[in-house]
């Protein structure tokens, strides 16, 4: 019995090698950027809404993401053509559709280069992160590190100037108010080395030039919001569908499903949950060896059909139009939110966002390694991480699987929603989007600490590591595009 005993364990802990590739891989990446280079190089983008053509980069700091590690990085920022703007009310109209959110006491840097005024970094800030460190508050913020460190990025972006938009629903006229000092400290950094930039206020009733003292063109009270509405380039945004929320908050907050599908949910996972303990004792522990063999054999069963349960919730929400709800089964959810503590099932979920790993996925939530399955999924991991293989996200496979993820995150219990929350996380960091990327980090964390892949995805974040592709795009793109690759807007 021993024997067997030993033999079943051998070859559990055989099945179990291969779902350590994606994990190794994204170590590999984080420790070789910071090896090469050891620079914080940020790029985002608005997932489920791609960008006219590549983002140039949003850094969305906030206190979920922000450390002083990261403030004394010197960054590098992508520079890519995504918008021209042709006045301050451009721009003004433009920056909520860029971040996804209306910023609300908030100071928000932006790059301009050449003489198309090409936008390129757009870096928002909390007010609080400008004030200067009081010498009792050591661990406050440092309003100093913080702009200077916008000022790298803007500067790292080939900015030819800045302008600095300050949101505040307070008095920013007066001298010594916080939101005109924190405006005061960043446009000082940035004069520095970009002379003549401008700084635009914007309330909730209006927006004006900070220092202009015209009341023909900035009355006290502002220009009515209205005229960012009526530019030519929120009409392209509201043609592209896109859509601004009110808040950050609101952007990132994933609404609870009804108490009925989650209970519904609940009693799934948990009876999938002890089929699958069942199984894997059963694997561990076997009376003899043809036991062993036999409950091998039904887990593998049980990670396929777990697979199955995850593709057919993806097709039927691809086949949703876009904007119409998707009704999925609150049982096949709470199976596949238990499937996914399961780390070959969840690397083959993984898996499944890149285009033809059919095969290779199945396998590996069958838990059949050999070394074509780790080489497949070294392949996969490569076109997410790789700057050399790296290719963009199939924006019709990760949308739909992102809408899976977020039921599953919404329907099972909190204990449950680490791993939904982690792939979440990496399909926006794929798609560019640092700012839900950190935050879905920060919630898979903050139910499971110890998440060593989460754990690894916040050192690419917090390391300012991008995906691969654009990794490859920062090192090929030299200047602007042609007229032809830029959005019309």
């Not at 446009?187 to 009733?205: C, H, I, M, N, S």
């Not at 999938?272 to 561990?284: I, Y």
């Not at 070959?344 to 979920?349: F, I, K, L, N, T």
């Not at 993984?350 to 199945?362: D, F, I, K, V, Y």
Request: glycine content about 8%; overall charge neutral.
């Amino acid at each position: 019995m021993a024997a067997a005993s030993a033999a079943g364990r051998r070859a559990v802990a055989k099945r179990g090698t291969s779902h350590t590739v994606a994990g190794e891989t994204l170590a590999r990446t984080v420790r070789g950027a910071e090896r090469d280079h050891n620079e914080f190089v940020v790029h985002t983008a608005l997932l489920g809404a791609p960008p006219p053509s590549p983002a140039a980069g949003i850094v969305d700091m906030n206190s979920r993401n922000s450390t002083p590690k990261n403030l004394g990085r010197a960054p590098v920022v992508p520079a890519a053509t995504v918008v021209r703007v042709a006045g301050p009310e451009d721009l003004l109209a433009y920056i909520p559709y860029r971040l996804g959110f209306e910023p609300v006491e908030s100071v928000v840097a932006v790059s301009l280069a050449g003489p198309r005024q090409r936008v390129g970094l757009v870096a928002r800030v909390d007010l609080d992160d400008l004030r200067l460190r009081r010498p009792d508050d050591p661990e406050g913020p440092d309003g100093a590190a913080t702009a200077r460190w916008l000022t790298d990025h803007v500067v790292a972006d080939c900015a030819d100037r800045a302008v600095v938009v300050l949101y505040t629903a307070t008095d920013a006229t007066a001298p010594s108010g916080v939101a005109r000092r924190a405006a005061e400290l960043l446009r000082a950094r940035l004069e520095r080395r970009l002379p003549g930039t401008e700084v635009w206020l914007v309330t909730p009733t209006g927006f004006r030039a900070l220092d202009c003292t015209d009341p023909m063109c900035c009355p006290a009270e502002g220009r009515p919001l209205s005229a960012l509405q009526g530019t030519r380039i929120a009409a392209h945004m509201v043609l592209e569908g896109r859509s601004v929320a009110g808040t950050r908050e609101e952007r990132y907050a994933l609404r609870a499903a009804p108490e009925v599908a989650r209970t519904q949910a609940r009693r799934a996972a948990a009876r999938w949950t002890d089929a699958h303990r069942r199984l894997v004792n059963g694997t561990r522990f076997p009376a003899a060896e043809a036991e062993a063999r036999r409950a091998e054999r039904a887990l593998a069963e049980w990670g396929a059909e777990s697979l199955g349960l995850w593709r057919s919730a993806v097709r039927a929400a691809a086949g949703a139009r876009p904007g119409q709800p998707v009704t999925l089964s609150p049982v096949d959810l709470g199976k596949i939110g238990a499937a996914l503590a399961d780390t070959p099932v969840r690397d083959a979920v993984l898996l499944s966002l890149a285009p033809g790993t059919e095969a290779t996925a199945l396998r590996t939530a069958r838990r059949e390694v050999d070394g074509d399955t780790d080489a497949a999924t070294g392949t996969v991991m490569a076109q997410i991480v790789d700057p050399e293989r790296g290719v963009p996200p199939d924006e019709e496979i990760t949308r739909a699987a992102s809408q899976v993820l977020e039921a599953v995150a919404t329907h099972v219990p909190r204990n449950r929603r680490a791993p939904a929350y982690l792939l979440l996380a990496l399909v926006a960091w794929w798609h560019g989007d640092g700012g839900l990327a950190a935050e879905r980090v920060s919630d898979a964390l903050g139910v499971d600490p110890e998440y060593r892949l989460a754990l690894l995805l916040r050192g690419a974040i917090a390391g300012g590591v991008p995906p691969g592709w654009v990794r490859r795009e920062q090192a090929s793109f030299h200047g602007d595009p042609e007229p032809e690759e830029v959005a019309a807007v």
